[in-house]
């Protein structure tokens, strides 16, 4: 990577030396003794530099003369995407959009754990960390990231790695991502010390997965069914490798894939295709093409001859069944009827799994998947168990299910309604492009992008036959792992074929005609509010419509029914939350089923949950299908089935999962820390219940309830609604005065406001034994709204103590500089109608860290209190705040909970722009005055949850096998 001398004094000097005419230093006799002393500083200043080899080089490039930079080479263009070639090897992907006010930029690394190897578990992935550490250009990522409002992240998985971020569609932003990105492949400092700190993280993270006893299932299912092959390993790594990895190794690790060779890079959203793809080769061309050659992995997993059996013993509430079968690649033929009969065993509530454990009560929730992988991967099938179930029953039902389905064969209605959810999924995805770029990565990592389209396509051919055959193929027992060992006399084995050629298999794919965007629409507070129709219905309920052209005719919808009143709703228990939860569950026109297969085939989707005064849903559809959607949203709303058997799945399903949150950290301390401080009575439909409240709650509520909470609280006279997208604005109003028009409720609607109540002083510390992660929540109740002179510099000071990403001041301390937190920041809040607010501290970490993390949040709050926020600090918050407030009105789901809101509240976007302009006209002063006045350490309320009894060793100390060297070193 090229680096400009402005940006490293220590560059300015040697350009100096190099470039000064031999001539005129011999020329000048005092000139040659400075020169002598400036070479001598300058080798001085190399030698310390902290990656001596990549510094080196990177100076001996300047000196070269700038290369003329090649035009990238273009190839195969699909549905909207080009591919483009640049000379050092790097593939372009283009996915222009401009119904989107925003840009994805997403660089995948073909490397993932599958590439580790002996004694590098976990390395693909803690490098994923330590790209975050920073590069000479970038010294403070995470700072960047926050400073242009960036929603960015880092995936590592077993056959790639990823990094994107979406920010607001600006060419100094792009200039910045693809800077930041070209940059940091090559240039990443991966420090020493910055290892020493990550590993904790990286280690909490670990932790944080080994609390969840199905997750550890899995993982030790997995690792019994392959032997030899790395897809056996999890991603995360053995603890004790990442422990003792020594940094020359993760140096060498990186230099070898993190190359323009081995990487593809998508940009997604609203940008010029030409003038974009030069941006990409000004700042990705110059980087050489590597000498190495990289070989890929060549471990093939031997034929499976047996079934494999594990029990796992571990302290827990509910217990869990696990199947693994060894299935072919992705890019295999027979993996499309795989994933399509890992769908239709998993399916709820008509699969083959729910009929037989779900229904009959041996299980709560039954699911199922197929992992696409590069090389022959793995469908999975699990259940969750009730604890007072015997489990040996539920798992001879459980395999039996699985058994007699291959054995009997699917019918065509399994096949269709399991294509028609792949379809619904995939389509959802294309419409959006940062979340098609996201997706993408994990095709890429099969050997192509293109293979996205040709598995959308093999799925909608798969046929009823296609997928019997397969079935009887691969999904036998002598080819599964489950939870116990089974001899057979007679080994039936499975030989998986090999991933085809994939550059033959998407040669000539030519994919299928995209529509054309008739608009581009930007999402500012003015445009917005020029564009939204707002009215009032007959029966009261409000509406805000704002139709503009979105890519493949979305249309996203947030609607709120508002019910009951203070008396009304008290000592109902949980009736109002299952009431809601009930809805999607069956009308009396349309099964559960049939809901769930009309959805599908529309491609769209419908949520509802509600709770207390509110009722809320969500619309994910399209301008073809909107009005049969409100057809259905009208029909489970209206006429709810109240179904005696889906009712009763469904107190098993959310008993199943209470029982299993009783033992969780963060799952208690989340609940002791909302009664603690908001202290409501027992029977105010405010009040916080105990786990075990809840299940006793449940016990005790009937159809009955319901049906009469149904009928005296439901309708739509003081509801509001909001649609964003393509739709006909005319006929969409004359549809939901039709549909919710003149709906009312019989109970007299009365909004049940917030009471401000002072956080109590001290906490609570809970002991959740055997739980390797623990919780520490802090928080101060405020008297405040959030038109209150200070909300918008409380506002401005979370996001610099807490709310950015990873370079706030807790992140910062906790995670980066400590590292002894995965999760670390903080919350603030305040009520747009009643004086209650809240700002909240949380860090998720090892129990043995706790006392450190307590003295690390004091120290930090002091700080700010003491020193303050810095000029730089705000400025760039500024900055990041306002691009981050315009991406998510760019988005339009959020947008459209947004206005949705804004109705009940009178509200219109003039109140974000005035808002923006308020966060403008801060000051320093404003900003650490209101946080000096709202946050001390003295009035924080702490809950602590984790197995705090426990005296958890150190991982150097735990043998004495091992040495100190053996982390490594420079």
Not at 468 to 474: E, Q
Request: charged fraction near 25%; proline fraction near 5%.
């Amino acid at each position: 990577m090229k680096i400009k001398p402005s940006q490293n004094p220590l560059m300015v000097l040697m350009l100096a030396l190099l470039l000064t005419p031999l001539t005129q230093l011999h020329a000048q006799t005092k000139a040659e003794k400075k020169v002598a002393k400036l070479k001598a500083k300058l080798e001085k200043a190399i030698d310390a530099l902290p990656i001596k080899e990549s510094t080196q080089e990177n100076i001996e490039e300047v000196v070269l003369d700038k290369p003329e930079l090649a035009d990238p080479v273009k190839g195969a263009t699909v549905e909207g995407i080009t591919e483009y070639t640049l000379e050092n090897g790097l593939k372009v992907l283009l996915l222009p959009d401009q119904t989107q006010q925003t840009i994805t930029v997403n660089i995948t690394y073909m490397v993932g754990s599958r590439h580790e190897g002996y004694g590098e578990t976990g390395m693909a992935h803690l490098l994923e960390h330590m790209v975050f550490k920073g590069s000479p250009k970038h010294t403070d990522i995470p700072k960047e990231l926050s400073d242009h409002g960036a929603r960015p992240n880092g995936t590592t998985s077993l056959d790639r790695t990823n990094y994107f971020e979406t920010f607001n569609a600006t060419e100094e932003n792009l200039r910045w991502a693809l800077d930041l990105e070209s940059d940091r492949m090559v240039n990443s400092f991966i420090k020493k010390e910055d290892l020493e700190s990550e590993y904790t993280v990286v280690r909490n993270e670990f932790e944080m997965g080994e609390n969840n006893p199905n997750s550890i299932l899995m993982e030790r299912i997995t690792s019994a069914a392959y032997v030899w092959h790395n897809y056996g390993n999890s991603t995360i790594g053995s603890r004790e490798d990442l422990e003792r990895v020594p940094i020359d190794k993760l140096q060498s690790f990186y230099k070898k894939y993190y190359q323009p060779d081995n990487a593809i890079l998508i940009v997604a959203g609203k940008f010029e295709p030409e003038a974009t793809l030069a941006l990409v080769n000004e700042y990705f061309g110059p980087i050489p093409k590597p000498e190495r050659t990289l070989t890929d992995t060549y471990t093939k997993e031997p034929a499976q001859d047996t079934e494999r059996n594990i029990v796992l013993e571990r302290v827990g509430d509910v217990q869990f069944l696990g199947a693994l079968y060894h299935v072919p690649p992705a890019t295999h033929p027979d993996f499309a009827s795989v994933d399509v009969i890992s769908d239709a065993l998993g399916y709820s509530p008509s699969g083959p799994l729910y009929k037989a454990l779900v229904d009959t009560k041996l299980a709560s929730n039954v699911f199922g998947f197929a992992r696409a992988l590069k090389e022959p991967g793995f469908s999975y099938f699990g259940a969750v168990v009730p604890k007072e179930t015997d489990i040996q029953t539920s798992k001879e039902a459980f395999l039996k299910a699985i058994d007699e389905a291959v054995a009997n064969g699917f019918s065509q209605e399994e096949v269709d309604r399991a294509k028609s959810q792949t379809a619904r999924y995939l389509e959802q995805v294309t419409r959006d492009s940062e979340s098609f770029a996201k997706m993408l990565t994990e095709f890429i990592a099969l050997g192509d992008w293109r293979t996205f389209f040709i598995f959308r396509d093999a799925v909608e051919n798969v046929t009823v036959e296609d997928v019997n055959r397969v079935a009887k193929t691969y999904f036998k027992p002598s080819n599964r792992t489950v939870g116990m060992f089974i001899p057979t006399e007679e080994p039936d084995r499975v030989h998986l074929p090999e991933a085809p050629d994939v550059a033959e298999l998407v040669k000539d794919y030519k994919g299928r005609e995209i529509e054309e965007v008739v608009e581009v629409f930007e999402a500012t507070p003015e445009n917005i509010d020029g564009r939204n129709t707002t009215g009032t219905l007959p029966n009261g309920m409000e509406y805000s419509l704002v139709s503009k052209g979105t890519r493949g005719n979305v249309v996203s919808g947030s609607m709120t029914l508002r019910i009951g009143n203070q008396e009304s709703l008290t000592g109902i228990g949980m009736t109002d939350n299952l009431t809601a939860s009930m809805l999607m569950r069956g009308s009396k026109n349309l099964s559960r089923q049939e809901i769930k297969d009309k959805l599908d085939a529309m491609k769209s989707s419908v949520s509802i949950n509600g709770g207390g005064n509110t009722v809320s849903v969500g619309i994910n559809t399209t301008k073809e299908h909107l009005a049969e959607v409100l057809s259905i949203v009208e029909d489970v709303l209206k006429n709810p089935a109240f179904d005696e058997k889906e009712f009763s799945n469904m107190k098993t399903e959310m008993k199943t999962s209470i029982e299993a949150n009783m033992s969780q950290p963060m799952a208690v301390g989340g609940v002791v820390f909302r009664r603690t401080m908001n202290p409501y009575p027992k029977g105010d439909v405010r009040y916080v219940p105990t786990y075990a409240e809840q299940l006793e709650m449940i016990n005790e509520a009937s159809i009955a309830d319901m049906q009469a909470f149904h009928s005296s609280h439901y309708g739509t006279g003081n509801a509001t609604i909001s649609l964003v997208g393509s739709f006909d604005e005319a006929a969409t109003l004359k549809d939901l005065n039709e549909k919710f028009g003149t709906w009312e409720s019989e109970t007299t609607f009365e909004r049940v406001a917030s009471e401000y109540k002072p956080n109590p002083a001290g906490g609570e510390k809970i002991e959740t034994p055997d739980k390797a992660n623990a919780l520490l929540l802090a928080g101060i109740n405020l008297k405040m709204k959030d038109d209150n002179p200070d909300y918008a510099a409380m506002y401005v000071a979370n996001y610099l103590m807490g709310g950015g990403f990873l370079n706030s001041r807790i992140a910062t301390r906790l995670r980066q500089k400590d590292g002894i937190s995965y999760g670390a920041g903080t919350q603030f809040n305040a009520s747009p109608i009643d004086e209650t607010g809240q700002f909240m501290v949380y860090a998720i970490l090892a129990p043995e860290n706790n006392e450190k993390a307590i003295q690390g949040i004091h120290e930090e709050i002091n700080r700010v209190r003491n020193e303050g926020f810095t000029a730089d600090e705000l400025a760039k918050a500024k900055e990041g705040l306002i691009q981050s407030r315009q991406l998510s009105r760019s988005k339009d789901n959020e947008l459209a909970g947004k206005l949705n809101g804004y109705l009940y509240l009178d509200r219109t976007m003039e109140y974000d722009a005035e808002f923006d302009q308020k966060l403008e006209s801060l000051s320093l002063d404003d900003v650490n005055n209101a946080f000096r006045k709202y946050v001390d350490n003295s009035k924080l309320t702490m809950v602590q949850a984790g197995d705090f009894a426990k005296k958890f060793a150190s991982p150097q100390t735990e043998t004495d096998e091992t040495p100190a060297s053996t982390s490594g070193g420079e």
